[in-house]
């Protein structure tokens, strides 16, 4: 308690110094004599009425000579002011002057030692509270969080959907459960295992389950804590780090987002916060050659960036195992359904599989969102379980945004917007490559969506043909075509459309090899690797003339999907008004409804 009150004292002093300073420093000038105006001093001198002047930093002083009939001398202050003739004149006639020194010496003082002694004091009184690696002398010290035996809460019954990598990592569990059953061959275990995979897949939950499954200690850490301000501090880290894993053997190293650490290494580095980070990257090359894996010490990563990590860090001997975390599949969606909606009080109606088909492409993360959503919604309303129209609503939240039901909007606008997701609708139904289409709205939802088609897959997809591809590109401008059929000029909803065209007719000339003039080639798209070797190649100069075919190809591929779609909404237009003026009615429509006005013999 008495070292407490110390620092708090201390800390009240150093804070004192600007006013004890500032003090000191005004009572140095003179407070007495008549207050006379500038100007009524230089009078006085040009009347040779002062005897004697001191100069003060901020006031000038002035002895009058003595006068017959006075006791003593009278003196008059003044504010002084930047005056370069006020010295000639007191020269000029003959006035002793004089000028007193500063004596502000502590504001000096202040100035160098109060702000190092502050920073100094705070970082001491935050290691005393056991803030981590706030101490001073704690700067070089690992920040890694230490997970013992089952704190980290976490085994391989919370993580579903990535069988294929829990497969490969039974095997690190078995290693460093029973390492002599590997060392009784000469085996040895992977120094490191790097997770690959799109953002939030759950890397880091497959992390903690190895260490729980194991129960063994589990340092996690992030690739950004290593790196700071101090140069020296990411390589000082990382010894502690390997150096406290060493003494907790068995046990696991886990590096989330080792892409902020492991970025590939300039040829030329600048000096400053790159060559930090690159002196850290080094530390960390060579900590993982030295240690020895026979102790049990096992490096794990995770990253959603592989193709901007070092070679070095990639090599064997270091990662020599990489393994991908990818988005579920169906049944994989189903698993991550099931673990999620545990402590989730459903409904009878509810359907997993159902919902899980109508998420594709959806991440664990995701995932646990809708659900969560789902359960909020259900609860707002007052429900008593979790319904399937709630999930419904949870999933559009989560693929289009918060619906904006009060948003103003003028009639005009709301039939533009009607007839574009009437096209959109009309050409995915109208073609054999698109998905079907399971939702139609004009709602707004989210930042900008005014409205949206949403197409669901009837099965998970890895790979497309071309004529898939040109369908997709068909729909993607159905919405663009319908308001040049229907009110003779565009608007600027179909942006975000015709981006996608551009994006997906660019790969298909420039990457897929697609186009029937330029043929079976790839260009690269005007990324410069640094490196050539292991995944990365140089990218070939194009020259005028190929890019002006490329460019002739793409453009190609658009148009003549334009007139493919402006041919089918000509022939569909009873229809696409139908649609509309249904969609401005109800302002939803489901997908059966669609196709029942599809299958509808109408006139042309």
């Keep these: 308690m008495a070292k407490t009150y110390f620092f708090k004292i201390a800390l009240w002093l150093l804070l004192s110094i600007p006013f004890f300073t500032t003090h000191r420093t005004a009572i140095a000038e003179p407070s007495y004599g008549d207050k006379v105006s500038y100007s009524e001093f230089k009078i006085l001198i040009q009347d040779g009425m002062l005897e004697e002047v001191t100069l003060y930093p901020t006031t000038v002083r002035g002895i009058l000579k003595s006068e017959e009939g006075l006791k003593g001398k009278k003196s008059v202050t003044t504010v002084r002011v930047e005056d370069p003739d006020l010295i000639k004149d007191l020269m000029a006639h003959k006035i002793n002057f004089s000028a007193a020194a500063n004596n502000g010496w502590s504001q000096g ?50 993580v579903a959907g990535v069988d294929e990598a829990k497969e490969e990592l039974k095997e690190i569990i078995d290693y460093l459960k029973t390492p002599e059953k590997y060392q009784r061959l000469g085996g040895k275990i992977p120094k490191g295992v790097l997770l690959v995979g799109p953002t939030g897949t759950g890397k880091t939950l497959l992390a903690k389950a190895v260490a729980g ?7 996690s850490m992030s690739g950004s804590g290593f ?37 590939a290494r300039a040829a030329s580095p600048v000096s400053g916060g790159h060559e930090e980070r690159e002196n850290t990257l080094n530390q960390l090359l060579v900590e993982m050659d030295g240690f020895d894996t026979r ?19 990639l090599r064997p001997g270091r990662f020599d195992r990489h393994i991908l975390v990818d988005r579920p599949d169906i049944k994989g969606r189903e698993d991550i359904l099931r673990v999620h909606c545990k402590n989730v009080k459903l409904s009878k109606e509810v359907d997993i599989k159902i919902i899980a088909a109508r998420t594709p492409g959806f991440v664990g993360a995701d995932l646990a969102n809708v659900v969560n959503e789902a359960a909020l919604l259900a609860a707002r309303v007052g429900k008593e379980s979790v319904e399937m129209s709630s999930f419904e609503e949870a999933i559009n939240r989560v693929i ?9 909007m003028s009639k005009k606008e709301q039939e533009i917007i009607a007839y574009h ?29 005014l409205g949206y088609t949403l ?135 489901e997908g059966s409804e669609l196709r029942e006005i599809m299958s509808k013999n109408l006139p042309l």
């Design 109 to 158: 003082l202040s100035l160098i030692w109060f702000v190092p002694m502050i920073v100094f004091l705070i970082m001491m009184m935050r290691a005393r509270r056991g803030m981590p690696g706030a101490g001073l002398m704690s700067i070089g010290k690992s920040r890694a969080n230490l997970y013992v035996d089952k704190d980290t809460g976490v085994s391989f019954n919370d």
């Design 295 to 313: 102790k049990g010490v096992i490096l794990m990563a995770a990253t959603n960036r592989p193709e901007i990590l070092d070679t070095a860090l």
């Design 400 to 408: 289009a945004g918060l619906e904006k039901k009060k948003k103003v």
């Design 455 to 589: 197409q669901l897959p009837t099965e998970d997809r890895y790979l497309l043909t071309r004529s898939e591809l040109l369908d997709r590109l068909a729909v993607l401008l159905g919405g663009r075509v319908a308001e040049e059929l229907i009110f003779k000029e565009v608007s600027t909803g179909a942006q975000n459309d015709l981006e996608r065209v551009t994006d997906i007719a660019m790969s298909m000339v420039r990457e897929y090899g697609m186009s029937e003039k330029i043929g079976p080639m790839t260009f690269h798209n005007g990324r410069k690797p640094q490196f050539v070797e292991l995944g990365y190649r140089a990218g070939r100069e194009l020259s005028e003339e190929v890019s002006k075919e490329i460019d002739q190809e793409i453009r190609k591929i658009i148009f003549d999907a334009h007139v493919r779609v402006r041919g089918i909404l000509e022939t569909n237009k009873n229809r696409l008004e139908i649609l509309a003026k249904l969609l401005l009615k109800k302002e939803v429509i």
């Design 227 to 263: 790196v700071e301000m101090f140069v020296g501090v990411g390589a000082a880290r990382v010894r502690d780090l390997f150096a406290q894993a060493q003494e907790k053997a068995p046990c696991i190293i886990f590096i989330d987002e080792i892409d902020a650490l492991g970025k």
């Design 213 to 219: 499954e194991a129960k063994v200690p589990f340092f």
């Design 421 to 449: 997701e009437s096209g959109h609708a009309l050409v995915a139904e109208s073609v054999p490559g698109a998905d079907k289409v399971h939702r139609i709205s004009i709602i707004p939802r989210g930042i900008s969506a």
